[in-house]
């Protein structure tokens, strides 16, 4: 997964053109292969707080605002999510407007809202400071979001690594080089992967100093653009933006949450009972992959919830696409046999490695026996194809492991064909405005009501536990006999 900040000059004071400009920055993002893209403090207003002192009504926002329309409809058509970062509208129970950060996702829906913990002094007397800490998941990933001045409070990293946070973005306005190298120490400090969008142009509080970066969790810097250095106006000139604009970039895909991660594990099942169900008869508008045996057919079944959840998925497709399923139910024992299949190929191929790092490799394309989703009847392996069945780009077969995709079968990996993406995309929104996650290593494995979608959607606990087919039917063959 490739996330990107963007580094450019807004217009002072013009929420409409600001809007449009990032709309277009999200554009650039998706071409270059990036699935989040990140603004810097108050971007939407430029950071000017005499602005937005003078007109709180017409300079602050809320997350459904009209003005943002554009963005929302570039993520849409994008993929791309996007952190905005503007005034925002008092939230409710509120006491006044704050430094907001409004997390829009793929699909255009706001995600989180996060509002700055910490104020400067000038910027306690137009905004009201936040209460709670910033987070969501996307792509598999645990997102921890601050605002400029909170990076100056060694716990608010520090909550976020111990929270599950595995990238930590930075929306800031610094003025200083010396304060954007401070964040080397905040990413090895923490474990975290950094992100930082910063302003450029001249603020409140002079001019911004730009240099938007990555860092690893090493510390190591793995991006930068720029530094500021344009022109400063004298007092009362009227500040002209550059349009100039920058996009840095910086890779993600080892930050993914794994099946073999504990917290998957820790996940609590209550199993609901739900039936699994042979999409054959169940479901016979649903095309089947026509090269799939198994005795018994276990690979046809699924949760009774799934089914119908792809049901729905494949209604909202556009016309002269469908759904083609290639897989749903494994029985236990052969999900364990799978396991240990492609471990043996790892171990073969990389000896060095150890039996942790095997294990938790193997899991990119395997789920450990004991929570496989597949194994509970609530994932499925599926693909797009045309109306008459036939195939279309979706960048790798379905399948194909990492080693020999080389990282394409990751579902946002870049370096895409545009209709690859462009299929992905079409399968993404449509399987999670059903209800379903992706496990990010497969563009084609999506799962409801297991440990992962349960981690994935900050549910309580997971509906499906594992379940033996063959035992359902002895049990079926046994209601049904005489008396």
């Not at 000059?9 to 409409?16: A, F, L």
């Not at 520090?158 to 003025?175: E, I, K, M, N, T």
């Not at 900050?458 to 509906?463: D, K, Q, R, S, Y």
């Not at 002895?474 to 006999?481: A, G, M, Q």
Request: aromatic share 6%; charged share 25%.
């Amino acid at each position: 997964m490739i996330i990107a900040a963007a580094q450019f000059s807004p217009v002072p004071g013009d929420i409409d053109a600001n809007a449009a400009r990032m709309a277009a920055l999200l554009t650039q993002a998706a071409e270059r292969g990036a699935s989040l893209l990140v603004f810097s403090e108050l971007a939407l207003t430029h950071y000017d707080l005499r602005l937005i002192a003078a007109d709180p009504g017409g300079m602050t926002v809320t997350a459904d605002d009209a003005r943002l329309a554009p963005v929302r409809a570039a993520c849409r058509s994008t993929g791309v999510a996007a952190v905005v970062n503007a005034a925002g509208r008092a939230p409710e129970g509120g006491s006044g407007p704050t430094i907001a950060s409004f997390v829009y996702g793929p699909d255009g829906t706001l995600l989180t809202r996060y509002d700055k913990v910490h104020l400067t002094e000038e910027e306690s007397k137009v905004f009201a400071p936040g209460t709670a800490d910033g987070r969501f998941t996307l792509g598999g990933i645990r997102f921890a979001l601050a605002t400029c001045f909170d990076n100056a409070f060694p716990e608010v990293p520090a909550r976020a690594a111990a929270d599950g946070c595995r990238v930590y973005l930075s929306s800031a306005f610094h003025d200083a080089p010396e304060r954007v190298t401070r964040y080397a120490e905040l990413a090895r400090d923490n474990g975290l992967h950094v992100l930082l969008a910063n302003g450029t142009g001249i603020g409140s509080p002079g001019p911004a100093c730009g240099l938007s970066g990555a860092w690893l969790p090493s510390g190591e810097r793995v991006a930068t653009a720029a530094a500021w250095t344009g022109p400063v106006p004298d007092d009362g000139a009227e500040l002209v933006p550059s349009d100039d604009a920058e996009l840095v970039r910086s890779d993600v895909r080892d930050r993914i949450t794994l099946m073999a991660d504990p917290a998957v594990a820790a996940v609590r099942v209550e199993e609901c009972g739900e039936p699994l169900v042979d999409v054959r008869t169940a479901a016979p508008g649903l095309l089947v992959a026509p090269n799939r045996h198994d005795e018994g057919g276990s690979f046809a079944h699924l949760r009774e919830g799934v089914l119908r959840r792809l049901l729905t998925a494949q209604e909202s497709l556009p016309d002269g696409l469908r759904l083609e399923f290639v897989e749903g139910y494994r029985p236990p024992a052969l999900q364990r046999r799978y396991f240990e299949e492609y471990a043996d190929e790892l171990r073969a191929a990389f000896p060095g490695r150890d039996a942790e790092r095997i294990h938790q490799d193997a899991s990119r394309y395997v789920s450990p026996p004991d929570i496989a989703p597949h194994s509970a009847g609530g994932a499925v392996d599926l693909t797009l194809v045309t109306a008459d069945g036939a195939p279309v780009d979706m960048g790798t077969p379905i399948n194909a492991s990492p080693e020999e995709s080389d990282g394409a079968c990751y579902t946002a990996a870049p370096d895409l064909t545009p209709a690859a993406r462009a299929n992905r995309r079409i399968l993404n929104s449509a399987l999670r405005a059903a209800g379903l996650v992706n496990y990010p290593t497969e563009w084609w494995h999506w799962s409801y009501g297991d440990r992962y979608w349960a981690l994935a959607t900050g549910a309580e606990h997971a509906l499906y536990g594992p379940k033996e087919l063959k035992e359902l039917k002895e049990l079926k063959e046994l209601v049904d006999e005489p008396r």
